[in-house]
Nanobody
Framework: QVQVVESGGGPVQTGGSLRLSCVAS????????MNWYRQAPGKQRELVAS???????NYADSVKGRFTISRDNAKNTVYLQMNSLKPEDTAVYYC???????????????WGQGTQVTVSS
């Protein structure tokens, strides 16, 4: 089995910074994409940022220039550095990992349980 665990959320004031971390552990052969999503109350879950095993990144327009995604492949860990936070960034942030557990199986989707980020004005 594979576990995905996020950490680093919490309350922060407008303009502040937080760094989220996500570690995947268990039976892992390789991880392709590792992404951060978020879901605010009453809204659909949205993709915030993604990063491939090769380091290619993609960001939602709403966070470009403020958030930075990075990963440590040796540690199966992905980070999200969030700067210049705004109240509209308030949400539960979820980590996603596309994992292959053997060289010949397809990849499977694994999600963390989420970490709350609350930005106060």
């Amino acid at each position: 089995q594979v576990q995905v665990v996020e950490s680093g959320g919490g309350p922060v004031q407008t303009g502040g910074s937080l760094r989220l971390s996500c570690v995947a552990s268990g039976r892992i052969f390789s991880i392709n994409a590792m992404n951060w999503y978020r879901q605010a109350p009453g809204k659909q879950r949205e993709l915030v940022a993604s990063i491939t095993s090769g380091g290619s990144t993609n960001y939602a327009d709403s966070v470009k220039g403020r958030f930075t995604i990075s990963r440590d492949n040796a540690k199966n860990t992905v980070y999200l550095q969030m700067n210049s936070l705004k109240p509209e960034d308030t949400a539960v942030y979820y980590c996603y990992a596309a994992v292959k557990i053997t060289p010949i199986t397809r990849q499977y989707d694994y999600w963390g349980q989420g970490t709350q980020v609350t930005v106060s004005s």
